[in-house]
């Protein structure tokens, strides 16, 4: 069964950072492009970071420059580098693959407030 677990969130400052990472089990993690999504209150689910199996990489046009998204393929995990985080940024963020699975994780809360 597909698993992921996601962690690295909190509180920040605007301007701050932090490190995201989601680690998968019950799949051949090599096999996927995995993605960083992101879902505030009242809005849909979105998209932020893509990483495909050859490590090319995409972002929404609002994270770019800010966010790079890594996997470590040996740890199936997946990381999210965000920096110079904006209140919009708020929302909890999960991982899948790019063509998500049913199953979602719990997700990691951030909140950029000061």
């Known amino acids: 069964q597909v698993q992921f677990v996601e962690s690295g969130g909190g509180l920040v400052q605007p301007g701050g950072s932090l490190r995201l990472s989601c680690t998968a089990s019950?799949?051949?993690?090599?096999?996927?492009?995995m993605g960083w999504y992101r879902q505030a209150p009242g809005k849909q689910r979105e998209l932020v970071a893509q990483?495909?199996?050859?490590?090319?990489?995409h972002y929404t046009d609002s994270v770019k420059g800010r966010f790079t998204i890594s996997r470590d393929n040996a740890k199936s995990t997946v990381y999210l580098q965000m920096n110079s985080l904006k209140r919009e940024d708020t929302a909890v963020y999960l991982c899948?693959?790019?063509?998500?699975?049913?199953?979602w994780g719990q997700g990691t809360q951030v909140t950029v407030s000061s």
């Open positions: 990483i495909n199996r050859d490590n090319t990489k």
């Open positions: 899948n693959s790019a063509i998500p699975f049913d199953k």
């Open positions: 019950g799949l051949f993690f090599t096999d996927y492009s």
